[in-house]
């Protein structure tokens, strides 16, 4: 089990987006991720979804960083995650542009990720919304 933070980041100025990537590579264990992006701008939870993850799983999770109709304009921004298990795990997270194109200084690899406490987790926790993948 682990709790793992980004870091809060600063939006490039093109970054609309965050493509969050969620990998479970084990070809017979089940993963709970639990991803949280925060908008440090306002200190508002964008979103708080938890997603299932069946054996040899990969899906992209999109969090608008910008969108006028949600009322959603992150200028720093920071992304939570917690994982029911950690081996054969990986996570990436990239900012891109409406066209899905990377932006310098927004892209956050697993081996980059940062180890928090539940405690800092779990700050401004209102639960998470779920969701389930079953195959590739």
Do not use: C
């Not at 081996?87 to 200084?105: H, K, M, P, W």
């Amino acid at each position: 089990m682990s709790y793992l933070s980004t870091g809060v980041l600063n939006k490039h100025p093109n970054t609309i987006i965050s493509l969050i990537e969620l990998v479970n590579l084990d070809p017979s264990i089940t993963v709970k991720i639990r991803v949280k992006v925060i908008n440090w701008s306002d200190g508002a939870t964008i979103t708080d979804t938890e997603f299932t993850l069946h054996p040899n799983t990969l899906i992209n999770f999109l969090v608008f960083l910008v969108n006028s109709d949600l009322g959603v304009k992150a200028e720093k921004y920071e992304i939570r995650y917690h994982t029911s298990h950690d081996l054969q795990v990986f996570i990436n997270s990239y900012g891109v542009d409406n066209l899905r194109a990377n932006q310098e200084g927004n892209t956050v690899l697993f081996k980059s990720l940062n180890t928090i406490t539940k405690t800092a987790f779990n700050l401004g926790d209102s639960g998470p919304s779920t969701g389930s993948v079953t195959s590739l």
